[in-house]
């Protein structure tokens, strides 16, 4: 059996690049990875792992990797993620998700590197006029950041069809929980996912959860959200990258989600039971650029790739993100003590 190629991870450190660092590990591929570690941690990378502590947009570093560690794909990770943020600082996740991802891509055609995974989002579909999004759904976003991912994939597009390469966008729809053998997980300090925060109030190291938005178009009035465990996400990249290697003359596009909603209560009563800790809740108005409900139709992924959710189970992903919640302090510790 011939060797598998050799993957960049942009962003490794972070909390989903992680993730993925591993499965293609456990897949048997080889990887690297590059993060500036803004909101990454060195330590959530294996130790034997390349690692290089950079900047995408630095295209001589890029290319040197590309080129000394034989990369054969692209997981491109990196980025800007606040959906609010987005909004009140623009050009930050233009000069972060749109400028950067720009620089990445014209180093791969420099370096004739054939595949190219995306971490797009939900967020390019903005409000939509149907109940769960196709993706052929009109992609209208409605923040920057949506905004930001949709130009990267316009720009993928044209790139593979004037140079020999192929891609795959992934729309992440809501990304939750951890790796369930407690290997990596969500980090960073001042997260702002549901989960995350919910998890970290139920430990007492909040005081508890703002909910922002109680008039919504929604059954209790709170946001609808499509909850995706991290390790099946991952997978899909690991899947998707075999697809492309298949078929180099052929890209996609696929929704990345389970195709069922939960709302803000509905997710902090799923913490409450499974802690038997109940968080105090403060409603508080809407935040900028949050649609109402946001909803896969995961059918094409579904047919696209052998991809068989194993996680879809909101208590399951609740679990996996206290445990990994528990033990952050002390892997925090761990790591830290391991830095040179």
Same mark, same amino acid.
Request: aromatic share 8%; proline share 6%.
């Given at each position: ?54 900047? /995408? ?7 040197r ?31 972060n ?11 791969a ?54 140079h ?80 492309? /290697? ?20 509905e ?10 800790r ?12 949050d ?17 068989r ?7 399951? /992903? ?23």
């Amino acid at each position: 059996m011939p060797a598998k190629l050799m993957v960049l991870v942009t962003g490794g450190a972070g909390y989903i690049g992680s993730h993925a660092v591993l499965a293609l590990r456990d897949a048997g591929y080889g990887v690297a990875v590059i993060d500036n570690l803004v909101t990454g941690f060195r330590w959530a990378v294996p130790a034997d792992v390349p690692f290089f502590a950079g900047d /995408i947009a630095d295209q001589a570093l890029v290319e040197r990797i590309l080129r000394d560690h034989g990369i054969g794909a692209i997981m491109h990770f990196a980025g800007s993620v606040v959906v609010p943020e987005s909004v009140e600082n623009p050009l930050k996740y233009y000069h972060n998700n749109s400028a950067k991802t720009r620089d990445l891509i014209e180093s791969a055609v420099r370096a004739g590197v054939p595949h190219f995974i995306f971490s797009s989002t939900a967020a390019t579909y903005g409000t939509p006029d149907v109940r769960a999004v196709r993706e052929d759904t009109p992609q209208r976003p409605i923040n920057p950041y949506g905004m930001s991912k949709l130009m990267s994939e316009y720009m993928l597009r044209d790139v593979a069809a004037a140079h020999p390469m192929n891609f795959c966008a992934l729309r992440y729809f809501n990304v939750a929980g951890a790796d369930p053998d407690g290997r990596t997980g969500q980090s960073t300090d001042g997260a702002t996912h549901l989960i995350k925060v919910a998890v970290e109030a139920a430990l007492g190291k909040r005081d508890g959860v703002a909910v922002f938005g109680s008039d919504f178009d929604t059954p209790d009035g709170t946001g609808v959200r499509d909850y995706i465990h991290v390790s099946d996400l991952v997978a899909a990249h690991v899947l998707a990258l075999e697809a492309l /290697i298949a078929e180099p003359g052929r890209s996609h596009m696929l929704n990345c989600g389970y195709g069922r909603g939960f709302s803000v209560l509905e997710v902090l009563d799923a913490v409450d039971r499974i802690t038997n800790r109940p968080i105090r809740r403060t409603m508080a108005p809407r935040r900028a650029g949050d649609p109402p409900a946001l909803i896969s139709d995961n059918r094409a992924i579904l047919e696209t790739l052998p991809w068989r959710p194993r996680h879809a189970d909101l208590d399951t /992903i609740v679990r996996h993100a206290l445990a990994w919640e528990a033990q952050l302090d002390e892997r925090r510790a761990q790591g830290m003590r391991a830095q040179p």
